[in-house]
């Protein structure tokens, strides 16, 4: 039986009188300033920061209250998503209330198990396009930078999974250029809410050229689909029927929800992998212990779908690393009205900062948060914790979506590359840089040698 969290008391911020946290925020980077103020005053804190209540959690208890109890008060506010609408407009990550429902009924089956069934063997098929290319580094031993080489995985299947198999190398080169330009526009920002979006950047002209062409480009998928249907997603999304409306999704709507499950899916999933390698040169026993488990489970062959169920060693080791790095590190939400969040009062139009990295790393819940542990997710371990203790898909009815999809997508990855490859490491001492996910500070550069 997991344990009911212990609401905790809301604490104040020890910051100084008006500037509140911002010498803290100068002096160090966001995410060490939150961290610090996470262990130092607790896992629920009123902030200092400009004229408005501002409240930073990082506890299980209030994870739960906003995200699941509660979420009808605490709906996305404009700081960030803001941004993200001009991006995904009505997606699924941006629209609200019966829209917001409506889509998720109409979705949500084409991501259950069973279905992913169906895209196992295309995601298999876009991993290995993508080490094919790795044999060449390998031959010669050439540094490369593995994020990109993981970003190049997740969007050949996040592409592939999509669009299915009639899409041309030119546009995946297309979609490859485009959408990480759009999501760093997205961070850019997002995150800077001191130049209000009325006040045009050089950085909007780019994105509104960005946009008009990935628009086109998806449209003439769109087209396509329509004309031969396959077993991809847009051909599930284009046949899907609102059950209670009898109602099929404009094509306006289709293209709001692919660029949607692009954006979500394609650099939360590379970046999960790409700390993966970071954290694995540095444990080559946890390593040992992987490659034991692909040798009995699988040898050389493949992995299937049926097979990431047997692969428990490697999913634990994948969970340990969001935990570690979680790559959403923090969401904002925003109260409708005055609420009690155990004893503490919230007022209304209070922004709340949900600090998944935090919660992560948070001592109180988590022993030596620091270090790497993948033994922390056997069931034995796991079901003496809060179900809301770790949190990287987020939780309650705005939960990831995609979270079999990328968890599926990271084991079979990870466990194609450990079956055709070593990996060593050569630029150490990465640490985390606060964003919309959660990149190293430097490229994580590496060689390959085949195995
Ligand atoms: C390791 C990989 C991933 C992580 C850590 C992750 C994390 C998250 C989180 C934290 C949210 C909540 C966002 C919010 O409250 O605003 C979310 C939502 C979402 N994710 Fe993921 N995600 C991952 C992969 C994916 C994949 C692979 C897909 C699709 C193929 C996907 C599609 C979505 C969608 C559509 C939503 C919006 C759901 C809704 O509001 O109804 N994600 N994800």
């Not at 950085?203 to 628009?215: G, S």
Request: hydrophobic fraction near 40%; include cysteine; aromatic fraction near 8%.
């Amino acid at each position: 039986m997991q344990p009911a969290p212990h609401t905790p008391t809301l604490t104040k911020h020890k910051g100084l009188p008006i500037v509140g946290i911002l010498p803290e925020l100068l002096a160090n980077s966001p995410l060490q300033t939150l961290s610090h103020i996470m262990v130092r005053d607790g896992g629920f804190v009123e902030l200092q920061l400009g004229t408005k209540p501002v409240y930073l959690v990082s506890d299980p208890a209030i994870f739960r209250h906003v995200l699941r109890d509660h979420h009808r008060n605490y709906p996305k506010p404009d700081l960030l998503y803001g941004t993200l609408k001009k991006v995904a407009k009505n997606g699924l990550l941006t629209s609200e209330g019966d829209f917001w429902l409506r889509q998720r009924r109409m979705i949500q089956p084409h991501f259950h198990r069973r279905q992913l069934a169906n895209i196992a063997g295309t995601m298999t098929e876009s991993i290995a396009a993508v080490l094919d290319g790795w044999q060449s580094y390998a031959t010669i031993g050439q540094q490369f930078d593995l994020g990109i080489q993981m970003s190049h995985i997740t969007m050949n299947v996040i592409t592939r999974t999509m669009f299915g198999q009639g899409i041309s190398s030119t546009e995946l080169d297309t979609v490859a250029r485009l959408v990480p330009d759009i999501l760093n526009y997205v961070t850019m920002r997002g995150f800077m809410p001191l130049v209000p979006d009325w006040i045009p950047l050089p950085v909007d002209r780019k994105f509104e050229r960005n946009y008009a062409e990935f628009r086109a480009l998806v449209q003439s998928l769109i087209d396509r689909r329509r004309q031969k249907p396959g077993s991809d997603l847009i051909s599930m999304l284009l046949n899907s029927v609102d059950d209670e409306t009898n109602e099929q999704m404009t094509d306006d709507q289709l293209f709001d929800e692919a660029i949607t499950i692009f954006g979500a899916g394609f650099e939360t999933t590379s970046t999960t992998l790409t700390w993966l390698w970071y954290i694995l040169d540095q444990h080559p026993q946890i390593t040992d212990m992987m490659r034991q488990e692909i040798s009995s489970v699988l040898g050389q062959r493949t992995p299937t779908m049926e097979d990431v169920s047997r692969l428990p060693y490697i999913t634990m080791v994948i969970s340990e690393c969001l935990r570690m790095f979680p790559p959403i590190p923090l969401l904002p939400r925003s109260s409708i009205n005055d609420d009690n969040i155990g004893e503490s009062k919230i007022p209304a139009k209070a922004t709340i900062l949900l600090f998944y990295y935090g919660l992560h790393h948070n001592p109180r819940i988590w022993a030596a948060p620091e270090e790497f542990r993948p033994e922390r997710f056997l069931p034995d371990t796991e079901s003496n914790r809060s179900t809301f203790a770790w949190l990287p898909f987020s939780a309650g009815p705005r939960k990831c979506i995609g979270d079999e999809f990328a968890m599926m997508e990271a084991i079979i990855a990870t466990t194609m590359i450990l079956q055709r490859f070593e990996i060593t490491v050569t630029q150490k001492d990465l640490v985390p840089r606060f964003g919309a996910t959660l990149r190293p500070s430097k490229p994580l550069l590496g060689v390959v040698r085949k195995r």
